[in-house]
């Protein structure tokens, strides 16, 4: 079982919301997990905890009130600050649960010399931490930075929920923590829960489970879009990506529709170079491109010159919409491809395609079943089990990564298998395949090979879904442009 970072624990929590488990669930597994924990300890005795108003304190609630079941426990609460700001749903709900729960004391304080007056720090044979959720960075602030120094220093057996508050999951700098007898963590063992050394903080690890849907891990939802690379306040033209996208010469449309959707996924600049008796027709589609004409009517090797410029000076090259499969011109993708740093290979382009690439640029294929099965040398099993493998095979002895389309998406680096199913029959019409190509050379841009091309799928099908309610079979690929926006917006 592979351990995982803080930010994939939430993108999981929030892709178990998108299939319907209320995170109320979550939070009362969790807490539940932790009273066990307790009396797994002591079957009778004093136990403190320490709340703050984050997700891990709604969990140090749910434990306090299934304690408090057992009069052989003597339950006391403080929450760090008022109730009234509580930041979460969940929390609020949980806390709003303890006055009808027989515990003996709930107390709110958020001075921290009123911390240090509370005369039972070092009367407790259990105190829980719940100050300091995994998503705090830095040093804390006060009453937690006080309530971490009176938590060390009672004497008392300390359990952390998920992580010692002030200790970074994800393994980055220490500057004040809990130091912990036992770390009682969910779902999956974090990162920085097993780097050498981190039994100082943590103490003893465990690892328990809380109920998380099998699926809201192994496909992709909008949790993971929540981890990708944002655009910051102060960032300057280009800094969000820049976008080369080869294409065109046996068609017109494909590379037109990739641009649009690459500019509507968040990309600063694309630049369009395609062969220039379709240049101006490309053009027209928006004054949003930037289309440089390329000498003669399909890429040919002649075009290397000026393209290794462009190629040098754009974030991610996407090569294939539109191209044809003319001799000159495949054999001009297998010069180009070793270019680039980042590449996504689509469409005709992965009939000149020469694997692995030995040059230790980033790929991305996202062929269809019929391109994947030439590029394997083998049938595409119905399967979906045997699907994966294949794909997980391919993927990691070429070292790429494949988006397979189809009813179910694979996407897979070879270390790493997903799945999507966002997606629907309206999106046989062409140029849907251009369009994925587009989102994903955006994504790619601010983000590694596999959270591209996971979300690219995600947001291409869930655009297509969105654009089927209003469509239905008639649904064109400027329309799934044209809601791909709306997608990025319900998460962000």
Not at 138 to 163: F, H, K, V
Request: glycine share 12%.
């Amino acid at each position: 079982m592979f351990s995982i970072t803080s930010s994939k624990m939430r993108s999981i929590d929030a892709n178990c919301a998108y299939l319907g488990l209320d995170p109320l669930q979550l939070m009362e597994n969790a807490g539940a997990a932790i009273a066990r924990e307790i009396m797994s300890k002591i079957s009778s005795g004093k136990v403190l905890f320490v709340a703050g108003r984050g997700n891990n304190g709604g969990d140090a609630f749910v434990a306090a009130r299934h304690l408090a079941l057992y009069e052989s426990y003597d339950v006391r609460i403080i929450l760090l600050g008022h109730s009234s700001r509580i930041r979460t749903r969940e929390s609020k709900h949980n806390f709003s649960l303890l006055k009808n729960s027989g515990i003996g004391e709930i107390r709110e304080i958020s001075d921290s010399s009123e911390l240090v007056s509370y005369p039972c720090w070092n009367d407790m044979d259990i105190i829980v931490d719940g100050v300091l959720g995994s998503g705090i960075k830095g040093i804390p602030r006060e009453p937690e930075s006080t309530a971490i120094d009176l938590i060390n220093s009672s004497g008392s057996y300390i359990i952390s929920i998920d992580s010692p508050s002030g200790y970074d999951l994800d393994g980055g700098d220490v500057t004040k923590s809990v130091i912990a007898s036992l770390t009682v963590t969910f779902h999956r063992m974090k990162t920085g829960l097993e780097i050498p050394g981190c039994e100082r903080y943590t103490g003893a690890v465990k690892v328990v489970p809380i109920g998380v849907c099998r699926d809201a891990e192994e496909y992709v939802g909008p949790g993971d879009l929540m981890v990708l690379g944002q655009r910051r306040n102060d960032a300057h033209k280009g800094n969000s990506g820049r976008i080369l996208i080869i294409g065109g010469g046996a068609y017109y449309g494909a590379p037109a529709l990739s641009s649009m959707a690459a500019l509507r996924t968040g990309a600063d600049i694309v630049t369009v170079a395609v062969p220039e008796n379709v240049a101006d027709t490309v053009s027209s589609f928006s004054p949003d491109l930037i289309v440089v004409p390329l000498m003669g009517n399909r890429l040919n090797p002649d075009n290397i010159p000026e393209l290794k410029g462009l190629i040098t000076s754009h974030d991610v090259t996407v090569i294939g919409p539109g191209l044809g499969r003319d001799q000159g011109t495949l054999a001009t993708v297998e010069q180009l491809v070793p270019l680039c740093k980042k590449a996504v290979i689509d469409a005709d382009a992965l009939y000149g395609l020469t694997l692995p690439v030995k040059s230790g640029g980033k790929i991305i294929l996202t062929p269809h079943s019929a391109e994947f099965s030439r590029l394997c040398g083998e049938e595409v099993p119905r399967g979906l089990d045997e699907k994966k493998d294949i794909v997980s095979r391919f993927a990691g002895d070429k070292s790429v990564t494949v988006a397979l389309k189809g009813n179910i998406d694979v996407i897979s680096d070879g270390l790493y298998t997903r799945l999507n199913r966002t997606g629907n029959a309206g999106m046989t019409v062409g140029g849907t395949g251009d369009v994925l190509t587009g989102i994903t050379g955006a994504l790619f841009a601010m983000n590694d090979a596999m959270e591209a091309a996971s979300c690219a799928v995600f947001i291409s099908g869930a655009a297509g879904d969105l654009a089927f309610e209003e469509k239905g079979f008639g649904l064109l690929a400027t329309d799934i442009i044209d809601r791909i926006t709306d997608v990025i917006l319900k998460v962000f």
